[in-house]
């Protein structure tokens, strides 16, 4: 197994307003694509190649949370840009940036999106 995460789902009620807040705290556009039951906007990475994907969905069965598992997306490094972003695009941060003592390896954050979606951020 080359990576434990093979594609990720971020789930959103308002698919619009979810594609436009991950756009605009990354700079980058998402690829949307419609499918017969859900609406699908894609991560830029080459998952057909073996790179990480993965998604903002919206549709039925998918519902934003704030508990449960924790998405980490990666920062590159600007993680203080991104930081900086969320509030302006409808989210909120709820852990500022704070270096990873454990292993010393990068620094970390936590935001809610525009969704109610608690969503990590990783930069080495």
């Not at 190649?49 to 508990?67: C, F, N």
């Amino acid at each position: 197994m080359a990576h434990a995460v093979s594609w990720f789902e971020i789930p959103a009620t308002d698919f619009e307003r979810a594609k436009t807040f991950y756009e605009k705290i990354f700079g980058f556009k998402l690829e949307a694509v419609d499918t017969p039951v859900s609406q699908v906007a894609m991560f830029p990475s080459k998952w057909q190649e073996g790179e990480i994907g993965g998604s903002i969905t919206a549709g039925e069965g998918y519902r934003p949370t704030a508990d449960g598992s924790v998405l980490y997306l990666n920062a590159g490094g600007d993680l203080d840009g991104i930081l900086e972003r969320v509030a302006e695009a409808g989210g909120q941060v709820v852990l500022p940036k704070t270096r990873v003592e454990m292993t010393d390896t990068g620094e970390m954050a936590l935001f809610m999106d525009s969704e109610g979606n608690r969503i990590g951020l990783y930069s080495v």
